[in-house]
């Protein structure tokens, strides 16, 4: 979905002013990544941009298992339709150049918040001359006010460690920033050690993270830590299964819609399930959707024993140095996790011993050993599962 361009209006580049503090970060290549990606049933997602294209964290965020798709949409001559838009579970909007029609690109990114998509903001679509306009920013969905920008930079300051934004993170730097601040009825996140809003999220769908990740090297640390958390918090709680189809004349074909409640409050939550066509008569047919989540009651997690093994994600991932990497055992069994390095070779032994059914957890402290991509793999009974870690310095 890419388009290129040739862009001559340098005055409006939003990092005219300053340089990167780092080299690029590619976690791999971004082809071996996303093939090795098509194995899994994971998160789709959409990068728009304006006039560059985000080559670093597209390929951060591919490293997350989880995340299936990671396409990009330039969007500085053109806006996408929200047909185009409800095939992804979350959308990331960058921009270092104004978008070429800022309210239409508002009111098609509020129109698939109503559809139930997630959306994060990035800079610099809160910054003044920068900004998205239309209903996003008319009707209130947007967590930040407009503010100025470009500014300096800042570390990690206050932030609430039980939300699930901040998930696994320790550290953050920005280098680039913009001064806003807290738009009425938005949640507060965390904040910037000189006192600027850095993550603020509005209603269960809408998040906004004051950090430049549309060039590389302009943040540090978890980072890229946070825009996966995002996508996980604001991923969308309504999901369709298969997402499209052919249907022939007289036939039909059955969709699965999941509701999803990982991470919401409870309370009542609505949607709009959208289906488009070619049928010349109905082309778009909207259904209503509703969820309510009753308060939580009974069984506490920690009370029950897995039903089989599993080897979870590394969190965080990327990380730096150390991670956690989670798995389940049905059963008491001798287990072995080793950790090996890009070329097969073993690095070091997490554990070899018979541990206890349950869910267990162990850490690994990659200091001592270069960044890159390492392998880790378990051996429990005649269960073997291995999965791939980034580590960043």
């Known amino acids: ?27 791999n290549n971004p ?32 490293s997350y298992p989880d995340i299936n798709t990671v ?24 921009n270092n150049y104004p978008f070429g029609d800022p309210v239409a690109m508002g009111d098609v990114l509020a129109d698939y918040v109503d ?16 900004e998205i306009k239309g209903r996003l920013l008319n009707e209130e969905y947007m967590p930040f006010n407009v503010g100025p920008g470009p500014l300096g930079s800042a570390s ?5 460690p ?13 280098e680039l920033l ?14 910037w050690d000189n006192g600027y809003a850095f993550i603020a999220t509005k209603g269960p769908m809408v998040a906004a993270i004051n950090v430049f990740v549309t060039s590389s090297g302009f943040w540090s640390d978890d980072v890229p830590l946070i825009i996966y958390d995002s996508v996980k918090w604001c991923g969308g709680w309504l999901l369709a299964e298969p997402k499209s189809g052919i249907v022939s004349s007289g036939n039909s074909m059955d969709i699965d819609m999941v509701f999803g409640t990982a991470g919401m409050n409870d309370g009542d939550y609505y949607a709009d399930i959208i289906f488009f066509s070619n049928d010349p008569l109905t082309p778009v047919t909207t259904i209503p959707a509703h969820m309510h989540i009753e308060p939580t009651t009974g069984i506490k997690e920690e009370d029950l024993l897995p039903t089989e093994y599993s ?33 097969g070779e073993k690095v070091q032994t997490l554990i070899n011993k018979e541990i206890e059914a349950g869910s267990h957890k162990v850490k690994w402290d990659a200091n001592g050993v270069g960044s890159g991509v390492y392998i880790y793999r378990i051996k429990a009974g005649d269960y073997i599962e291995t999965k791939k870690m980034v580590y960043l310095k």
């Open 1 to 27: 979905m890419r388009g290129d361009r040739v862009i001559s209006d340098d005055e409006k580049r939003y990092n005219k002013d300053f340089f990167p503090v780092r080299a690029p970060i590619i976690s």
């Open 31 to 62: 082809d071996v990544n996303q093939a090795n990606m098509m194995f899994y049933e994971g998160l789709n997602i959409l990068l728009i941009t304006s006039g560059i294209y985000p080559s670093e964290i597209k390929s951060l965020l591919l």
């Open 71 to 94: 396409d990009v949409y330039d969007a500085y001559q053109s806006t996408p339709t929200l047909s185009q838009l409800v095939a992804y579970n979350s959308i990331i909007v960058m």
């Open 115 to 130: 559809a139930g998509g997630g959306l994060i903001l990035t800079l610099a679509t809160f910054v003044t001359d920068w």
């Open 156 to 160: 990690l300051g206050n932030y609430n």
């Open 162 to 174: 039980n939300h699930t934004i901040m998930e696994g993170v320790t550290n953050a730097g920005g």
């Open 178 to 191: 913009a001064d806003v601040t807290l738009a009425s009825g938005a949640e507060l996140v965390a904040e």
């Open 311 to 343: 080897l979870y994600q590394n969190f965080p991932n990327p990380f730096n140095p150390v991670t956690t990497i989670k798995f389940d055992l049905p059963e008491k069994s001798e287990v072995m996790i080793n950790v090996y390095n890009i070329l």
